[in-house]
C-alpha cells in the first residue's frame, strides 16, 4: 500500500526556517517523483517543488525558488523541504504526493490530477 506521511509544520515567526517531511511506503523514490504542494485559504493549490531521484530533475516554484530546497534521503525513503527565510504569505497547509514521472517541470507539476498519491496536509503559519 502507498502511503505518504508529511509532518514538520508549526508556527513560526517571519524570517524563520522549517523542514518538513515526506516519509513514503509501498514504493521507493527511484520509481516516484515528489512534489511539495500548498493550499491558502481561499486559494488554489500551487505547486511549489518537485524531486525526481531518476534522473536528478527538480522544480521550484518562483515564490519559493532560492528560500526552499527539497532534497531526498533513499536510505529513510523521504523527501524533505527546507523552507527558510519564510514569510507571512507562505502560510498554508503543505502537502506533498507522489508520482511516475521522471521529470519535474511547472506544467507538470501544476497539474494536480497528474499525482497519483497524496499525504495528509501539515499547516505551516508566518507570523509577521
Known amino acids: 500500500e502507498v502511503q505518504l506521511v508529511v509532518s514538520g509544520g508549526g508556527l513560526v515567526q517571519a524570517g524563520g526556517s522549517l523542514r518538513l517531511s515526506c516519509a513514503a511506503s509501498?514504493?521507493?523514490?527511484?520509481?516516484?517523483?515528489i512534489a511539495w504542494f500548498r493550499q491558502a485559504p481561499g486559494k488554489e493549490r500551487e505547486g511549489i517543488s518537485c524531486?525526481?531521484?531518476?534522473?536528478?530533475?527538480?522544480y521550484y516554484a518562483d515564490s519559493v525558488k532560492g528560500r526552499f530546497t527539497i532534497s531526498s534521503d533513499n536510505a529513510k525513503n523521504t523527501v524533505y523541504l527546507q523552507m527558510n527565510s519564510l514569510k507571512p504569505e507562505d502560510t498554508a497547509v503543505y502537502y506533498c504526493?507522489?508520482?511516475?514521472?521522471?521529470?519535474?517541470?511547472?506544467?507538470?507539476?501544476?497539474?494536480?490530477?497528474?499525482?497519483?498519491?497524496w499525504g495528509q496536509g501539515t499547516q505551516v503559519t508566518v507570523s509577521s
Open positions: 504526493a507522489a508520482d511516475r514521472t521522471r521529470w519535474c517541470y511547472s506544467s507538470y507539476v501544476q497539474s494536480m490530477q497528474n499525482w497519483d498519491y
Open positions: 509501498g514504493f521507493t523514490l527511484d520509481d516516484y517523483a
Open positions: 524531486i525526481s531521484d531518476s534522473t536528478g530533475s527538480t
